[in-house]
Structures are given as C-alpha cells and as structure tokens.
C-alpha cells in the first residue's frame, strides 16, 4: 500500500482542531528542564497513530508522547511516520501562539513526506521528497537575501541545560550579522519560517528527530541547505544539532565555528 500527502495534510487538519477546541489540559511533567506534556498532546498523538495506522498500515511510528519515543533500528526499514503531537507544547500551555503539529514520514530512514500544520493561522506546510515545497497548496522557495537583510531565529535547547553556554554565545555572535533574532518556541515552525522566506537562518544545539523530519524536509525543498551545526547531514536515527540556511545564506556563518 502506498499513501498520498493529500490523505496526511487532510488528517493533520483534523488534528488541528484537537488543539483549537482543547480547554485547559491537565499538565504532567517531563524529565529535563521545564519539560511538560499535557493530555492534548497525547490526545493529538492518539489520533495521528490511528488514522495514519489506517491509511498505511504497513508503517511504523516513532512518536514523542505514550513511550512511543525509542528509535529501534527497525524504524529505518520501510516506512516509518515521525510525529510531533505538539511542537510547541510551552506556547500551548501558556497561550503563546504558535504551536504545530509535525508529521513526517521515513521511506528506508530518509525523509519522504512531511507535513507541519499552525492551525492558528491555518497554515499547512507540505513536501514530499523531491517534488517541492508548499504552504496551503502553493509552491514555497527561501529568501534569496544575504542574511545581513533578514531576521535569524533560534531554539534554546530548552531540555539541555549543558548547551546553554553554547547557544547564547553563537546568538550573541550572529545578531550583528542578521537584522535581529527571534525565539518562537517551536522548531518545526521555525524551520518552516526559514523556508517561506521570514527569516534567514535557524539553529539549535539539540533537536529530536520528530522536531525535525517533516520540517527539515520542507525546508530543504524550499531550497535551504538544512545540516546540523557542522555542516554535516542531520540524523534519523537519533537526536542532532540543527542548522537551517536559505538560498541566500550561502555558507555556515564563523560563529557556529
Ligand atoms: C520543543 C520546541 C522548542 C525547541 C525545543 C523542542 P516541544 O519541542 O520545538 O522550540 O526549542 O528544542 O524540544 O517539547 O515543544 O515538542
Ligand atoms: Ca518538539
Ligand atoms: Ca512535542
């Protein structure tokens, strides 16, 4: 059986309302700084799990929430859905828009598809694996402007205290190079963002793979090159630095060196 990227936007649009019509969700408490996890996201987890099992049955799933968040090595094998419940869990606690929800999907461990939807905004972000990037249908490219015209954004590695030192050093170095920063609280959307020409370059020093597998994908066909902090592939097999440039970002600025 095979799965069009039609069949997953139209399921993550459903999931999309789980998180509009969600009234104060009881919140439960991750290990790691400030990690929390309320009962929407493991609603949103649920709901991706049972229609996306329906729609490719053969597929595995690697999930954040419900202990579905182990790598085996099984998961590079076929198909396998890579999926953030919520991306963003902080800003949906707090009212702090937005918050996503990312739907990748792994061909033989590589990205094939992906899907991030903002269904504030009602912004649906799609790709499929050399076939273009697209928001709400139409076709996305990243801005062609040298980052000294553009904003850069970057994650905190909230989770990883021992790579606070490290983030803010390289933000302090790069916002004279760049307009200005931004700190959105999701990566998926901050991926997203550098793909759809808001801003110019992301970075952060630890993601897990279901932050990035339908982004990074996205990116990449929107025409950024999407690395870890080194310039070199990003995993998927495990978690990695990331570092997203657009078309007009044409080499690794010398503060991630
Ligand atoms: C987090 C968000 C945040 C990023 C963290 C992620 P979560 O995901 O993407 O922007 O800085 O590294 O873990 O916990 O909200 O799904
Ligand atoms: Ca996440
Ligand atoms: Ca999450």
Not at 69 to 87: E, Q
Request: proline share 4%; net charge negative; charged share 25%.
């Amino acid at each position: 059986m095979t799965i069009t990227i039609d069949s997953i936007i139209a399921i993550t649009k459903e999931a999309g309302e789980l998180l509009l019509s969600a009234k104060r969700p009881k919140i439960m408490e991750k290990s790691g700084h400030a990690n929390f996890v309320t009962e929407t996201d493991e609603k949103v987890q649920r709901f991706l799990m049972e229609r996306l099992g329906k729609a490719l049955p053969e597929a595995k799933f690697l999930g954040e929430e419900d202990g579905q968040d182990v790598f085996s090595s099984k998961m590079a094998n076929g198909y396998c859905f890579v999926i953030d419940p919520i991306d963003g869990t902080s800003n949906f606690i707090y009212e702090y828009r937005p918050s996503v929800i990312s739907v990748g999907l792994l061909k033989e461990g590589k990205p094939y598809m992906g899907v991030v939807y903002n269904p504030y905004d009602d912004m649906l972000f799609s790709a499929v694996e050399g076939q273009g990037a697209y928001m709400n249908g139409e076709r996305i490219m990243s801005s062609e402007a040298p980052l000294s015209n553009q904003l850069a954004c970057f994650g905190t590695a909230p989770y990883y205290t021992e790579y606070r030192d490290r983030s803010f050093d390289i933000a302090k170095k790069l916002l004279p190079l760049c307009v200005d920063l931004r700190r959105s609280g999701t990566a998926a959307w901050d991926l997203c963002c550098v793909a759809i020409g808001r801003c110019g370059l992301y970075f952060e020093m630890k993601l897990q793979i279901w932050d990035y597998a339908a982004a990074a994908l996205i990116a990449t066909e929107a025409g950024c090159k999407v690395t870890d902090i080194d310039g070199n592939p990003l995993s998927y097999t495990g978690a990695s630095s990331a570092l997203c440039m657009s078309r007009g970002v044409k080499e690794i600025p010398e503060c991630f060196k």
